[in-house]
């Protein structure tokens, strides 16, 4: 009885981990993003690089994140 409760155990932890890593990539894969080509120069304002990217670009949002070593204009949108 002891050891048929410790399979139990670990099987149910393995599924646990299993769905978790699962769920955390299927939501990564539901987002792209993509460099901006309209915006110019260092992002430095996450207002400015979301207004390029809706207005001019079609996309719903845009942040300011590191490329290399330089903050760029990521657009981003549900796919």
Not at 10 to 36: P, Q
């Amino acid at each position: 009885m002891k050891l048929s409760n410790r399979v139990l155990s670990s099987l149910l932890l393995i599924f646990f981990i299993f769905l978790a890593a699962t769920t955390e990539m299927g939501l990564a894969d539901k987002i792209c993003k993509t460099r901006s080509y309209r915006f110019s120069g260092v992002c430095l304002k996450k207002n400015n690089c979301a207004i390029i990217c809706r207005q001019f670009e079609k996309f719903e949002s845009g942040h300011c994140e590191f490329v290399g070593a330089f903050l760029r204009c990521l657009c981003t949108k549900a796919s």
